[in-house]
């Protein structure tokens, strides 16, 4: 079964999960009586239409080997990352795997930053030595980009396992792919998350292939969400192609995170329009299978959302869309225009702790 048949039986499956519980309070829309406001609106379709031009212009300038190294595009799972943005708060923290252009955009990351440390360059998020994989943001909250498949997830267990024990009220949402769900750290993490009633979000961002494994070819449980059910977890699957439904998952997930309730797996349907990387031929999938996922592009339902609720004109969106790939190509300026990191720099920001309390010598 392809990922947009499960989409289609969305809501069919929900369990464990309070389903009156309202999205984050939005006054704004409130007085409306509407659920989301324009803001939230116009603050999705540019941070979705500001990934999704920022990686096409990626996509272009590896292919010119501007960029090198790996480099894994997030097109066609914006609203994963948009819609997740919009129901958290400044304080709450995001971790994901090497996919991970889209959440920092997301979160308020300088395209500019960004762009450099695709190219390696000294004014990149990290200095030119992180690379695509590996963008940080402290001040946005974003604690990486990590390579190692499903690595990221007790990592995420521990961001919450601080804000719990330093009482900030705070969550962490930890975000992987299909494929990762099938590693131990996964397992190991909800199992203690539970135990320990962590203030944590678990995502699985499913969009149907773990490089060219498609989950149903590896696994014998095709409802990923239910793997949560094994620690008592609640959980649930998400349209992933609605930041609107998104939205809604991750604000009751963190709602019941910051009550002390504990953590929530969900599993967001996505897809993937691009390869796994950029050096995949995908032969594993049809070209008519990607073209159906176009159809129900997120950003394309999103415009025609807010034209349809009368909320922007045609020209406003377009003039976001300029504004966007103005932001875009200064980023690229930027990115040319800066230095790479001087040699020595290969021996400064390494791990060293001199008082570390468990080496003897
Ligand atoms: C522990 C480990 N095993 C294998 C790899 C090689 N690898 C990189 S990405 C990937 C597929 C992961 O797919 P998925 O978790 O579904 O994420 P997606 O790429 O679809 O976002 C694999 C096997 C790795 N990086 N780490």
């Given at each position: 079964m392809f990922v947009w048949q499960l989409i289609s039986q969305?809501?069919?499956?929900?369990?464990?999960?309070?389903?009156?519980t309202k999205a984050k309070k939005d006054s704004a829309a409130d007085a409306k009586n509407e659920e989301f406001s324009k803001e939230t609106y116009v603050y999705w379709y540019e941070s979705m239409v500001l990934m999704r031009k920022f990686e096409e212009k990626a996509g272009q300038l590896y292919g010119m080997q501007k960029i090198k190294g790996f480099c894994h595009l997030y097109i066609g799972q914006e609203a994963c990352a948009s819609g997740s943005v919009s129901a958290l708060r400044k304080g709450d923290k995001y971790i994901t795997a090497?996919?991970?252009?889209g959440h920092p955009l997301a979160l308020g990351t300088d395209p500019k930053a960004l762009m450099a440390e695709l190219y390696g360059?000294?004014?990149?998020?990290?200095k030119g030595k992180g690379g695509s994989m590996h963008i940080f943001d402290k001040e946005v909250g974003f604690v990486g980009g990590h390579g190692?498949?499903?690595?990221?997830v007790p990592l995420g267990a521990g961001l919450a396992f601080a804000e719990k024990y330093n009482k900030t009220g705070n969550v962490s949402i930890s975000y992987m792919g299909d494929?990762?769900?099938?590693?131990g750290a996964f397992h190991e993490a909800l199992n203690l998350a539970m135990l320990w009633k962590l203030p944590a979000i678990f995502v699985i961002?499913?969009?149907?292939?773990?490089m060219g494994t498609s989950v149903q070819r590896s696994s014998?449980?095709?409802?990923?969400?239910?793997?949560g059910e094994a620690y008592d977890m609640p959980s649930e699957p998400v349209d992933g192609m609605s930041p609107e439904a998104v939205h809604r998952a991750v604000a009751r997930a963190a709602e019941r995170a910051r009550a002390g309730e504990g953590p929530t797996l969900l599993e967001f349907r996505t897809y993937r329009?691009?390869?796994?990387?950029?050096?995949?031929?995908?032969?594993?999938?049809s070209k008519d299978e990607v073209e159906q996922y176009k159809q129900r592009d997120p950003i394309e339902i999103l415009r025609q959302t807010i034209l349809d609720k009368g909320l922007m004109t045609e020209q406003e969106l377009n003039a976001i869309d300029e504004k966007i790939v103005g932001q875009v190509e200064e980023s690229v300026k930027f990115a040319e225009e800066s230095k790479f990191p001087d040699?020595?720099?290969?021996?400064?920001?390494v791990y060293v702790q001199t008082d570390y309390p468990f080496v003897l010598d």
């Open positions: 969305l809501g069919t499956k929900n369990r464990d999960m309070p389903t009156t090497y996919r991970d252009h360059k000294e004014t990149g998020t990290t190692i498949v499903g690595a990221q494929g990762a769900v099938r590693q961002e499913n969009n149907g292939y773990a014998n449980v095709t409802e990923l969400y239910t793997l329009y691009k390869g796994h990387s950029m050096s995949d031929p995908q032969k594993y999938r040699p020595s720099e290969a021996l400064t920001d």
